[in-house]
């Protein structure tokens, strides 16, 4: 007899999978998708004690479950929620999500979602351990210590991702840019109607789903609250990346000023940009 909490969990990933083809992605994906649904479902244990006695590599054990697809049941039976579906649904509500720990209010999730672009559960345990959330205001010893204890808790004190993944290049993510642009631009990508700062719910937002070698990135023009302050909703860029290191979220705006001014960047890689707009302009 199927276990609930896995018929709950393979039927997300389904619908994981059916959204992901409607909005045209990989096809590879969409079948590692819908065959770790199948495998879910019937298998024998409940992932959510494979999950409390063995972690997340118990979880990658299992037949047909690569790293992405095991952290994806990891936010499912921590949280109950799957930042990528909702993603895909347009019902992404990552402030709500931090809200849910201890010591994180509605105006500080705000900061740490606009500020350092935190969507998951494990997004902020990462920040918490790498010293980014020490460069909010408000974050002493005391609320950091609360913060990584509740998530330790949560999370079945999850090995942090390795510090020796390589960052992906800049070229790739200006591509990755560039494309999502010009097929938005053109009408060709299809809208989801997002959530938030929407209450009339039009379809106005368009997603991409696309690869570059051994990376699936998913890009959406920016919907947070910040974007919408600065009137930048349809300049700044979100580029999801999914490889090897689990999900990096990196932002492609136009600067403003500097060397840079009117040229594409990935913010936080200003550096980075220079030194490959200077290459290429040889």
């Known amino acids: 007899m199927a276990h609930t909490i896995n018929l709950q969990v393979a039927g997300r990933l389904e ?3 059916r959204l992901l083809r409607e909005q045209g992605a990989d096809p590879f994906r969409v079948r590692a998708y819908r065959r770790a649904a199948m495998v879910v479902r019937g298998y024998s244990l409940p992932v959510d004690e494979i999950f409390r ?4 590599d118990g979880l990658k054990a299992l037949p047909a479950i690569g790293d992405t697809i095991a952290r994806a049941i990891r936010e499912l039976v921590v949280s109950g929620r799957l930042p990528m579906l909702e993603r895909l649904r347009g019902e992404s509500d990552p402030v709500r999500l931090l809200t849910s720990v201890p010591g994180v209010g509605i105006a500080l999730a705000e900061r740490l979602h606009d500020e ?8 902020l345990e990462a920040a918490a351990h790498d010293g980014r959330l020490e460069t909010i205001a408000g974050f002493g010893d005391k609320r950091l210590a609360g913060i990584r204890d509740s998530l330790a ?3 079945g004190r ?3 991702p390795a510090s020796g993944v390589r960052p992906v290049p800049i070229s790739e993510l200006l591509d990755v840019d560039r494309e999502y642009r010009e097929l938005a631009g053109a009408g060709k990508l299809q809208m989801i109607a997002p959530r938030r700062f929407n209450p009339a719910r039009k379809a106005w937002l368009p997603i991409l789903h696309t690869r570059r070698g051994a990376h699936h ?3 959406l023009y ?5 974007a919408h302050r600065a009137e930048k909703t349809l300049d700044w860029v979100v580029l999801y990346e999914d490889g090897a290191g689990g999900e990096r979220l990196h932002t492609v705006i136009t600067a403003t000023h500097g060397p840079l001014r009117g040229r594409r960047v990935v913010a936080g890689r200003d550096g980075e940009c220079e030194s490959f707009y200077a290459a290429h302009a040889a």
């Open 116 to 123: 350092l672009g935190l969507e998951t559960l494990a997004d």
């Open 217 to 219: 990135f998913t890009a």
């Open 15 to 17: 619908e994981a999978a």
């Open 53 to 56: 006695r063995q972690g997340l």
């Open 153 to 155: 808790h949560r999370l």
């Open 222 to 226: 920016s919907n947070t609250a910040r």
């Open 158 to 160: 999850v090995r942090m």
